[in-house]
């Protein structure tokens, strides 16, 4: 898959998880110490994000960034059942 997949599919994770989690773009970017722009581009996969913006991520998220990559796989792996069908 290309980069662009790539950042699409973590984006679509990203809202899929807040979403979850009940925050907005705000709430998350406040977290983060970012800001909601960011956010979005990140949510539209316009962003390829760093390490660093991983790792906030999942603090955000309250997870260890082992887990969020493991939930990342699965709503990956997920993504493909749902497209099969």
Do not use: C
Not at 7 to 25: C, T
Not at 36 to 46: D, H, K, V
């Amino acid at each position: 898959m290309e980069k662009i997949g790539y950042n699409i599919l973590f984006g679509d994770f990203v809202r899929f998880k807040r979403s979850q989690e009940g925050m907005s773009q705000s709430d998350l970017a406040d977290l983060m110490g970012n800001n909601f722009q960011n956010i979005s581009r990140l949510e539209r996969g316009l962003i390829t994000p760093t390490l660093y913006w991983v790792q906030n991520l999942a603090d955000a998220f309250d997870l260890k960034l082992s887990e969020l990559i493991l939930e990342f796989e699965l709503f990956v792996k997920n993504q493909g059942k749902q497209k099969s069908k």
